[in-house]
Structures are given as structure tokens and as C-alpha cells.
């Protein structure tokens, strides 16, 4: 009923691909049936849970909302599926992104727009007032739904903030856990060094309750890693050292979200952690999102290589024109604007005999040392999700009003931990339960430390 208020009522457009009522309601039986029989197998057993449109499903449609994959089904099954599945999770279809998770606002869909229903959420009967926000982006669709409760929690990806990001615009939670601490295995990469898979859920408590399926190494991905679990009871607010990065108050950033930060650092204070504000050791932010967009258009433009039409994707086939046009050609038609623009950024820093790359990746080590460094002394770091408040729905209805520009700025706050690989959550935070707009808390831990981090964030929550 929530789907179809979501997408039939509202036009949400929060997913690209639902499985039939019956194949729903047969899952649901044999859960069902399970508890009956008083065995669960797991805490999210019988929950329904979606998965962002870019992460295999076996025999499903797999398209990363793009329509180079629009009519493709995965011959394979990501890890994180087949762990949902074995837990007795519902999966309940796959949510709408930026095309290959690249943007902010999952305004780069070539399914059209996904729209923030919080707004909605109030409100049963005249919605054509209702402002259209854009629910941030790329797992846009996955934390609009998870607040729609059209699933209780949502699997997205995380390359620079896609499960933070979102999470926040919507009013949810959003974990990115270490970077491979739940495998990648069938998930179509964007940035590979970057790449994670996150949760959205409403809460932090539930974000560790679905970690506990996903996480932990997998033979099927390299890269993958049993992050600690955490046995001791985590350290109470009042004897919580947490630290305040000063750097990243830029003057782009939001009144009300400067404010939220102000007020949720003196709230942890008043409950007795120890806040400090500290300015000098994160130099490197200033230079983290070119070092970003360097780093991930440049692996971007690599691991989209393949979509030519021939091994993978829609093809354009031309029997009048050599191999090489007919990839020009079916490129050209398939991959959005967006796409191409990251392709190119990316074609353009590599050829520059690698001295954009390798600065970069200077940049990046550095940030890494950094973060460690300030990690040595603090528990934990806050700092907000997002720069600026959600955008609007343009006038014509069709698509969000992207400044380029300021969608990379948006993106300062939560490409440090992505660059450093390291576990970041954020939270909701709001004095009232019914605001305008959700703002979102990050809180940054040590590499590692992802247990730590959900269960501080609870705390904090
Ligand atoms: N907005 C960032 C980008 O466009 C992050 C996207 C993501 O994490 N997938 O690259």
C-alpha cells in the first residue's frame, strides 16, 4: 500500500523496478511461516528492505538508472543480496539514482526524478502544494522510500556522501561503513577506490541491526574487510571526547545548518563530553573535493569503458559505419549528460601524464594522515552532512535545477571520510519533529572502529 501511495498517488518515483504482488506475497508467507514456527532466522528476517538500482540482482533488471543497462538483467548476484536473502529479508524492489550514483540530488536519472517525501508525509489528501524537494542523491530513491516507509530500510552506495547525503535530505539515517567493510562484489562500480555499500534506515539502532547481515570480508571481493566488532558498551556521552573540526565552517554553509551543528555540539556538551573545537590539523579539506572529483572521474571513465554496446549495454548497431563509430555512436545515445561529463573530466586528468592523479592521490594520503591524527585525540568528529538545504523541482516539473558548481561544494563535508575510507554516519537532528527541511549530523570514526561509530551515533541520536 505504501508503494503504491509512493509511486501511483504521489509520483515519488522512487523505483525503478518492483517484483510482482505475488512473487511479495509468497516471501512473505514463508516469513511467515517462519515465525510461526517461532525460528527468525535473523533480526531482519521478513523485513521488507529495497536495494539501490545499481547493486545485482539475480535475473533482475540491473540498471544503475541509466539506459545503457535499461534493458539488462544481472547473470549475477551481489554479495550484499545474497546475505539479505539468506536472512530473510523481503526485498522489495530497486530504488532510483543518479545514473552509475553519479550526482547529488537523483536529478541525473534517466528515469526521471526521484522526489523527497518527507514532505509528504503529513499530509493524506490535497498534496499539489506540497514543495518538491529533491531527496539528495545518488540513493536518492532509497532514502525516499525508507522515509515514505515503502521499505523499512534501504542498501545504497557510497562513493562521496550517496548514502549520507540522502539520508539527511529525507530525515533518515545513513551509515557508510570502512571502506570494504560490507563487500562490493556485483555492485557496478563508479569509483572503485571510493565505492561502498551503505544502509539507510530510519534510526542508528537500526542501522546496526542490518549491519550485522551485511558486514564482514567476502572471498568474492579483494578489497573486502572484517571491520572489529566492538564487544565493550560504548563510551557514555559524558565521558565522550568529540571533536569539532572548525575547518569546515565555510561561509557557503546554510544558517540553519551551522545552527543545528552549534546546538548538537552543545547538547553533548551539556550531557558531559568533552567538545573541542579545533582548527588547525584537517589543512587538507580545502583541497579534498578537487582531489575527489579528480580521483573519481578518473576511475569513472575507466570502469565505464566497457559499456560499448558489444560486451555490455544498448547497442546501436551500424552496418554502414566502422567498430570504433558504432562505440562513438552507441555511447553517445546511451550515457546521460552527466556521465559524460565525468568521462571526460576523467579522460582529460589521466592524459595529463598522470600529475592531476598523482597530486590527488597526495592529497588524498594526506587527508588520510589527518584524519587519523585528529582521530587519535577525539573519539569521534561531527560535523553536518550537507552544505546546503535540498533543492526545489524546476518550474517545469521534469528535473531538478543543478548548479554544477554548487552540487561539488555541497559534497565538502562528506568526501573526507570517503577519501580516507573511513566509517561516517549521519543522523538526523531537529529540535522539533516536523521542520521544513532535515538536517543531518555526521559522526566520523577511526578506520575500523564502524561498531563504535553506529553505537556513539545512537547515543547522540
Ligand atoms: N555527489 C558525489 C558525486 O557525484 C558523490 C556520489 C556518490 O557517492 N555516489 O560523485
Excluded at 533482475?60 to 544481472?74: F, V
Excluded at 523481503?90 to 550526482?103: H, P, R, W
Aim: charged share 20%; glycine share 8%; net charge negative.
Amino acid at each position: 500500500d505504501r508503494i503504491k501511495l509512493s509511486e501511483e498517488t504521489h509520483s515519488l518515483n522512487t523505483f525503478t523496478y518492483l517484483p510482482s504482488t505475488e512473487s511479495l506475497h509468497e516471501l512473505a508467507r514463508a516469513s511467515t511461516a517462519r515465525y510461526a514456527d517461532g525460528s527468525p532466522l535473523s533480526p531482519i528476517d521478513g523485513i521488507p528492505i529495497s536495494v539501490k538500482a545499481n547493486i545485482s540482482w539475480l535475473g533482475r533488471p540491473t540498471s544503475a538508472s541509466s539506459r545503457m543497462l535499461e534493458n539488462y538483467k544481472s547473470p549475477i548476484q551481489a554479495d550484499v543480496i545474497d546475505r539479505l536473502i539468506k536472512s530473510g529479508a523481503i526485498l522489495i524492489g530497486q530504488t532510483n539514482m543518479d545514473e552509475f550514483g553519479m550526482g547529488s540530488f537523483t536529478a541525473n536519472s534517466a528515469f526521471g526524478p526521484s522526489i523527497n517525501s518527507y514532505p509528504y508525509l503529513s499530509t493524506t489528501t490535497d498534496t499539489t502544494a506540497i514543495p518538491k524537494l529533491s531527496p539528495g542523491g545518488s540513493s536518492g530513491g532509497s532514502a525516499s522510500s525508507v522515509a515514505f516507509r515503502s521499505s523499512f530500510a534501504s542498501i545504497g552506495t557510497d562513493t562521496g556522501g550517496s548514502v549520507r547525503l540522502p539520508a539527511a535530505y529525507c530525515g533518515c539515517t545513513g551509515f557508510k561503513p570502512s571502506y570494504g567493510g560490507i563487500p562490493r562484489h556485483g555492485v557496478i562500480p563508479y569509483a572503485s577506490s571510493l565505492d561502498t555499500v551503505g544502509l539507510i534506515t530510519p534510526t542508528p539502532e537500526d542501522a546496526q541491526l542490518l549491519h550485522t547481515v551485511l558486514r564482514g570480508s567476502s572471498l568474492n571481493d579483494p578489497t573486502s574487510i572484517d571491520t572489529a566488532p566492538n564487544p565493550d558498551p560504548p563510551p557514555p556521552l559524558s565521558s565522550l571526547s568529540v571533536g569539532v573540526p572548525g575547518s569546515y565552517s565555510v561561509s557557503e554553509c546554510h544558517p540553519s545548518i551551522t545552527k543545528k551543528w552549534i546546538d548538537t555540539a552543545s547538547r553533548l556538551s551539556t550531557a558531559g563530553a568533552n567538545v573541542t573545537i579545533f582548527d588547525d590539523s584537517l589543512t587538507s579539506i580545502q583541497d579534498s573535493l578537487a582531489a575527489y572529483y579528480v580521483i573519481a572521474c578518473a576511475e569513472a571513465s575507466s570502469n565505464l569503458a566497457k559499456y560499448d554496446g558489444v560486451k555490455f549495454g544498448s547497442r546501436i548497431r551500424d552496418t554502414t559505419v566502422d567498430f570504433s563509430s558504432e562505440y562513438a555512436n552507441t555511447r553517445a545515445e546511451f550515457f546521460g549528460p552527466e556521465v559524460k561529463r565525468r568521462i571526460e573530466c576523467g579522460d582529460t586528468v589521466l592524459s595529463k601524464e598522470g600529475t592531476h592523479y598523482s597530486a590527488a592521490l597526495q592529497i588524498r594520503n594526506q587527508l588520510r594522515e589527518e584524519y587519523s591524527t585528529a582521530l587519535k585525540k577525539y573519539d569521534v568528529l561531527l560535523l553536518p552532512t550537507s552544505v546546503s538545504p535540498p533543492i526545489s523541482l524546476d518550474s517545469s516539473g521534469s528535473g531538478f535545477d543543478v548548479d554544477q558548481s554548487e552540487m561539488m561544494a555541497n559534497d565538502l563535508m562528506t568526501v573526507g571520510a570517503s577519501l580516507a575510507g573511513f566509517p561516517a554516519i549521519s543522523i538526523p537532528v531537529s529540535e522539533d519533529s516536523d521542520p521544513d527541511f532535515w538536517v543531518g549530523m555526521q559522526v566520523i570514526g577511526r578506520h575500523g572502529d564502524d561498531d563504535r561509530v553506529m553505537s556513539i551515533a545512537d547515543q547522540i541520536y
